[in-house]
């Protein structure tokens, strides 16, 4: 039952035909028999979970089902706060922080009826690499455990490929939630900026930061982010829009939609000859759905690599100034490594002014009737890890265009490389048009049939 859609667990769990404890039970044991051998959870909650999935089958039998989320395993970064639960950003420092409160999210996905099974893997604050001194060991890749699951949120895509969770969060602030799902052969979105709060979430760069789920289908995902959406008055970005229907559109066609691709800069950054291969592959089958695919060449774009780099940069060492300082000692190499170049003020200013540059630029894209934006969802497929420790890999650069415009992007599995390991594609929308990056995406999986494929190490 681990492979199930949430979908259709959730109709079985609120028809009282699969029991969440019998649902939770499954999860834990595949955990306790496979995490020693990928290590995407840091934190297991056996006992929470067993009572959290009792009290969700004494609900349900009751005639008060929450809704789809309710009675299904989840698990959540290692970022976020969860109450009386260690909490460590997989870092030293933290190594044992139990926070008083919950994150937002963990709060909206409690009253939802989730059970949490645990606390998953990252790197360093969300900001480091595989390195020899980290807490704990490196999540792996479950398609090939000598490779990575993706940066940061690498526990949590790799704990949904391999079926040791239905849902799981991540954080994304340069590409931290699409990138795992590029190389895990799963479904990852970066909602618009502001619509999910990032209250409870120890921050990388404010600015940029973003909440946003993982899971194996793209109907799924829709489910999952409409439960994580709501204005928090505690996150002075958060905003307050009309409740959205991120699965209006899904299951509907995509014919006359006007799909645009950044030629251009795509050519201008090494891409490994079977990802373009597969991308053109991709573009194919949208065509053949009825969608337009034309070329665009947003200027500037190549600006938006050093531009996010900056911000990133500059906004994770006002944070952490004072730890890097005077607690440099409980701090990873590869973490540390990450502020070997410092950013000056008139470098963020400069940053910040390309941002709002860019975010012009798409919006005029957008404005003109281009409905979706797609590129590959990383350059190459999955690193090796023994690569990664020896010298962290560059981060892939199609994501930091929408970590700077704030609009939603979705990630979500093309094809599978010669070494049998997932390729992505990466599908982007104007700012609260998350319904039409599920409607392009949907009708993509349906033809494409990717989400019925699983890793065959597990």
Not at 117 to 137: N, Q, R, V
Not at 144 to 159: E, F
Not at 375 to 393: C, F, R
Not at 395 to 407: A, E, F
Request: net charge negative.
């Amino acid at each position: 039952m681990h492979y199930l859609s949430l979908a259709n667990t959730a109709a079985l769990v609120c028809d009282g035909k699969l029991s969440p404890v019998e649902l939770t039970l499954a999860h834990l044991a595949r955990i306790d028999k496979l995490n020693p051998r990928i290590r995407a959870f840091v934190t297991v909650l056996p006992e929470a979970a067993i009572r959290a999935a009792k009290e969700a089958e004494k609900e349900i039998r009751g005639g008060h089902y929450r809704g789809p989320l309710h009675g299904i395993p989840i698990a959540h970064k290692d970022i976020l706060w969860t109450r009386g639960v260690r909490t460590t950003a997989h870092s030293r420092l933290l190594e044992n922080w139990f926070p008083n409160e919950n994150a937002a999210v963990v709060d909206l996905f409690e009253q939802a009826g989730a059970i949490c099974l645990g606390k998953t893997a990252l790197h360093e604050f969300a900001y480091g690499s595989p390195g020899p001194d980290e807490l704990f060991p490196s999540a792996r890749n479950p398609w090939n455990l000598d490779y990575s699951p993706g940066s940061s949120s690498s526990g949590s895509g790799a704990a949904v490929a391999a079926g040791l969770c239905m849902v799981a969060t991540g954080t994304d602030t340069g590409g931290s939630v699409r990138h795992p799902a590029s190389v895990c052969g799963i479904v990852g979105m970066k909602a618009s900026y502001g619509l999910v709060s990032t209250f409870g979430v120890v921050p990388l760069a404010p600015s940029l930061d973003h909440v946003g789920p993982l899971t194996r289908t793209v109907t799924d995902n829709a489910l999952v982010l409409k439960s994580m959406v709501g204005h928090d008055s505690r996150d002075p970005n958060s905003i307050k829009v009309e409740a959205p229907q991120f699965s209006r559109l899904i299951g509907t066609e995509i014919k006359r939609l006007r799909i645009g691709v950044p030629r251009r800069f795509i050519e201008a950054h090494s891409h490994s000859p079977e990802v373009l291969e597969a991308f053109d592959k991709a573009l194919v089958v949208l065509q053949g759905l009825g969608a337009s695919v034309e070329d665009i060449n947003p200027p500037r774009l190549n600006d938006c690599i050093d531009a996010a780099n900056t911000i990133i940069g500059f906004e994770a060492y006002q944070y952490h100034r004072e730890n890097l300082q005077h607690h440099s000692d409980l701090l990873g190499q590869a973490f540390k490594g990450r502020f070997e170049r410092l950013y000056t003020e008139e470098e963020y200013a400069k940053a910040l002014a390309t941002r709002d540059y860019l975010k012009s630029v798409y919006r005029e894209i957008f404005s003109q009737g281009m409905n979706v934006v797609v590129s590959p969802g990383k350059e190459a497929s999955a690193d090796l890890i023994s690569d990664l420790l020896v010298a962290p890999s560059k981060r892939p650069v199609s994501n930091r265009i929408y970590s700077l415009t704030g609009m939603p992007a979705l990630t979500m599995p093309m094809a599978l490389s010669a070494q049998g390991l997932p390729i992505g594609i990466q599908i982007a929308a104007d700012m609260f048009r998350e319904d039409v990056i599920y409607q392009v995406a949907s009708a993509f999986e349906a033809e494409t049939k990717f989400d019925q494929l699983h890793p065959p190490l597990v």
